[in-house]
T-cell receptor, first 113, second 114 residues
């Protein structure tokens, strides 16, 4: 089982719709969760972080976390063509001597006009 | 601030050659990370440093890979000898605080080993 799993997509949604991106993780003790956006040929950039169960909203983006189910999601409301990118879920993995971010392989989102 | 600076942007080399990738983190950031990205495996952490000291190198594929951070403003990732399966985009990232803080990525180095 991969440590952080995402559906590779592509996820295609029409402009104005809600895009829902999902991620599951294997480490039950993880406490920090992140969504990065990566445009084609560019580097990842952080768009959301979430640390507690429930929802966190920032503009058109909402991150949702359910630690019991080891599940984190990202909702994008009023999707725009400029949201077309790969979205990477990242989870912190803690061992006895290290604390590092592990990324999923990403979900490609396509928003069509 | 110029952000994380990586060089070169592109590197094409032949199998068996030595490759050196370079990174300058954001000034004041005390964490530096080297990641490798491929279509099949996604973004993989190779090694990270805290205050110039390597903390976790468990992601380094094998002895052909080595990384150094001689000072707070410079790091290198070296592959010797290179192999075609090393072809990937290599990203350097830096952060302040802990590994859970926001990572700032460089533009990456696209490495092609023929």
């Amino acid at each position: 089982q991969k440590e952080v799993e995402q559906n590779s997509g592509p996820l295609s949604v029409p402009e104005g719709a809600i895009a829902s991106l999902n991620c599951t993780y294997s480490d039950r003790v993880s406490q920090s969760f992140f969504w990065y956006r990566q445009y084609s040929g560019k580097s990842p950039e952080l768009i959301m972080s979430i640390y507690s169960n429930g929802d966190k909203e920032d503009g058109r983006f909402t991150a949702q976390l359910n630690k019991a189910s080891q599940y984190v999601s990202l909702l994008i409301r009023d999707s725009q063509p400029s949201d077309s990118a790969t979205y990477l879920c990242a989870v912190n993995m803690v061992t006895y001597n290290t604390d590092k971010l592990i990324f999923g392989t990403g979900t490609r989102l396509q928003v069509f006009p | 601030d110029a952000g994380v600076i990586q060089s070169p942007r592109h590197e094409v080399t032949e199998m068996g050659q030595e490759v050196t990738l370079r990174c300058k983190p954001i000034s004041g950031h005390d964490y530096l990370f080297w990641y490798r990205q491929t279509m099949m495996r996604g973004l993989e952490l190779l090694i990270y440093f805290n205050n110039n000291v390597p903390i976790d190198d468990s992601g380094m594929p094998e002895d052909r890979f080595s990384a150094k951070m001689p000072n707070a403003s410079f790091s290198t990732l070296k592959i010797q000898p290179s192999e075609p399966r090393d072809s990937a985009v290599y990203f350097c990232a830096s952060s302040s605080g802990t590994a859970n803080e926001k990572l700032f990525f460089g533009s990456g180095t696209q490495l092609s080993v023929l």
